[in-house]
């Protein structure tokens, strides 16, 4: 942030903020579109026009102090900015997950008391249509994209053009109105509400105030460095905390440019053609490039594959420790600065990842063999450990302090301690104010003295860094006395290329047993090659081939088991490659793709009594739910396998 | 979402076409009338002489009898390419896309009618030629644009899955942003959501730009949910015209193309 500013501690919300940058760095870029194929850009003094405008028109339909604003969308600049707008008014944004149902929906938006609804297209004015009779408050639905809209009469359905044209002509009545209302907004005023997807019942609407947002923003950059000339990709969904921080609230506060790409589906081209320098993906996007790489070398030619091989062998051994700074030999260097112009330089590249300063990955526990692989090319990506209540921050690992098994040290600060049951606890200036109308969620979560508990287990390693297992009501039990974390078996299996979601069960079983979902592009193109022909997911699933495939994937787990005392008893005895894709449309995943355990053990009681019982073929029929919301069924003849058990090996892992 | 759609007048009208390849009658006496905005149906079994309405339609082929007019003009022979400059596009039964080209190029295809300059400049691609290959690629990218394919703008269409390739055809009819559109079965072959997908976008095409369509379509639910009128010819013969209510219970079109059935069953 370079210079002191003497207002800095008076700007406390983002309206404030955004009022602060159109007076500093007016003219720099403060927000990216690819529109119609050409990337159309915002300086920070037109978002603030915009937002002015956007403000000043909801407040002329009506929108009043404390109301709620729902916002549902694709990352666009106008849903960004309608976020500031709300705030500006005092009113609460809620961003929604764009790809939710309408059901889904219509909690969220009758929860939250939404008045207003400000939405990308027709598809999401639709969604809001079918159920606004079951949303009293809801009264004025704004649609940003008139494709489609013209014959929609209704009174309360309006573009957003027009209501900006409203605005433009109030603000032009009513100079200063803006910086007005914005100055009325305090630090400890609600930001924002973000609905968390829930791994277990309804979702709860979290309330952030200004002071969490911002702090924690303000924590990030200055621990980070990052300053207006970074540039950011929005392509996470609106609705979660990530997003709000990374591209919402740091972009305020260190002033770089975000840029939103053309649709969901051209993401890794605009990555390429923006070049972002810092950069936000849970592990599933880092491992599905690297399963991509993969692939498309394996039609490269023989000379491409070579190099790649060769070079990629020397990346791995030393690209980390270049990237960290530690000492590397002559020849190493040399031959990495050789690998860097012939194949690192050039993936990297293609993968747009050239400009990169920083990458983060949360969520989940990432893979080794995909954390190395990316650090090995000198990108540097590393782990945090964060949740919605706490906006974010809770760990983050240092830079040339990076392991691939922990989530490094507390962030700047954070208060961490670990409660007798291995439960997480943290108090930071994160911290949420409460659940919207629910005090009691609220106060199992955050006890009067300011501690939330996370809900994981995790312990502190030798070097203060945090390292997280699982859920903490999911460590369980096997009925011999083993620790069970289910969590940790599953990742272990998803860090294969070939699997892509896993299951596992153990707490009071005699032994573990887990279900499997195969990544259908890598054993679809791992059997292609093999000219094995199938006609599906299903069909694919059930092969005998592909059996054989996980089997030696589950067998690889338990050797890995078998070397670590506490663990070797929880290798996997049986498992079962599903006949369909856990899938959030059927309720089997949260729409931040976690797996809901009731819902899939409720749905697959049977299969997990015949993991649990001797028999080798399970009949099934699962129902599954289509994108235009109709159901129907699939039926399949579910194989159970056993798998090699390894003897405990603790006396030799010791190294 | 019922809505008053503005039907004009007759855009395009048919009168007592004949047409045959030596001694096989492909269509005889046949007349229709489509109106501005309206999206007309062609159906009729295999054979019946659909494609070689559409054909005489776009000046592919000549019928030996008959005259055809369009916006006003009454003509007996007019070349494909006159046919487009007029403002009529059509895709194809088969794909008919330039397999190593990209989405994009062969969109900017479908622009070739209303390009001016000659091949000297846009060899050049310099001054005058330039900008108008920049206004041209504007209306491209509005058509990438509404067919939603960004993310294939720039991929070989041979690569592409055959659903969007429909999909990359259509786009390139819509590029000569015609008054009239003929579409060859757009929906053979494609799965039931893509089936959805391409009738949101004939509708919308329709809607969004007013565009005048006619159409072939094998599949009886997709012909009855999006068209205004239908035709139904069977050997090279108009047996019904009417809007699909009045078509499907009409006991000759029963007969010849839904299969023999006398009971008021919906399919």
Known sequence: MGEANPADGAVDTFPKLLIDNARRIGARPAIREKDLGIWQAWTWQQVKDEVAAMAAGLKMYGFERGDSLAIVGDNRPQLYWAMTAAQALGGKPVPMYQDAVAEEMQYVLEHAEASFAIVEDQEQTDKLLEVMDRCPKLKEIVYKDPRGMRHYDQPFVRSLDSLMEAGRKFLAENPGWFEAEAAKGKGEDIAIMLYTSGTTGRPKGVMLSFDNVVITARNGVAWDKLDEND??????????????????????????????????????????????????????????????????????SKLNQWLYKKFMDVALRVGPNVL?????????????????????????NELGFSRFRLAYTAGEAIGPDIFDFFRSLGVNIKQLYG????????????????????????????ELKIADNGEVLFRSPGVFVAYYKNDEATKSTKTDDGWVMTGDAGFFDADGHLKIIDRA?????????????????????????????????????????????????????????????????????????????????????????????????????????????????????????????????ERYGELINALYSGVDVCPVEATVTFEDGRTGTIKADVKIREAKIFPSQQAQAAE | MAYERNIGDTILSVDQISLSFGGVKALSNISFAVREHEVFAIIGPNGAGKSSMLNCINGFYHPQEGTITFKGNTRRQVRPSEAARQGIARTFQNIALFNGMSTLDNIMTGRNTKMNKGIFWQALRFGPAEKEEMEHRAVVERVIDFLEIEAIRKTAVGTLPYGLQKRVELGRALAAEPDLLLLDEPMAGMNLEEKQDMCRFILDVNDEFGTTIVLIEHDMGVVMDISDRVVVLDYGKKLAEGTPDEVRTNQDVIDAYLGVSHDDEEA
């Open chain 1, 387 to 414: 949740s919605t209540e706490a906006s974010v921050f809770i760990c983050m690992q240092k830079n040339g302090d990076i392991k691939p098994d922990t989530v490094g040290p507390p962030a700047t600060d954070v």
């Open chain 1, 473 to 601: 009501k999911d460590v369980g039990k096997l009925n011999d006395g083993t620790m069970f974390a289910p969590k940790y078996l599953e990742n272990k299996l998803k860090f294969f290329p070939f699997i892509t979601e896993a299951v596992a069960f153990g707490h009071e079983r005699d032994y573990a047993a887990a279900f499997i979902n195969i990544d259908l592009e890598a054993v679809g193109n791992w059997a292609e090659r093999r000219g094995l022909a199938y006609s599906g997911y299903t069909d694919l699933s059930m092969r005998d081939e592909v059996y054989d495939l996980v089997a030696e994937c589950v067998d690889k787990v338990n050797k890995d088991l078998s070397e670590d005392a506490a663990l070797s008893g929880s290798q996997i005895k049986r498992f079962l490659i599903l006949h369909k894709l856990l899938d959030a449309d059927d309720g089997e995943l949260t729409r931040t793709r976690k797996v809901r355990r009731s819902t899939v053990a």
């Open chain 1, 324 to 348: 960290d700074g530690k000492q590397v030999s002559f020849l190493d260097r040399a031959l990495y600065a050789l690998g860097e112009f012939l194949v690192y330089g050039p993936l990297k």
């Open chain 1, 231 to 300: 540039e950011v990709m929005a392509y996470l969904p609106m609705a979660w905390v990530g997003d709000n921080i990374f591209s919402y609230g740091q972009s305020y506060v260190a002033g770089f440019c975000v840029s939103c790409p053309e649709s969901s589906d051209t993401v890794m081209l605009d990555l390429k053609e923006i070049g972002p320098t810092y950069f936000f993906a849970p592990p599933r996007v880092f491992e599905n490039i690297l399963t991509q790489v993969s692939i498309r070398m394996e039609d490269a």
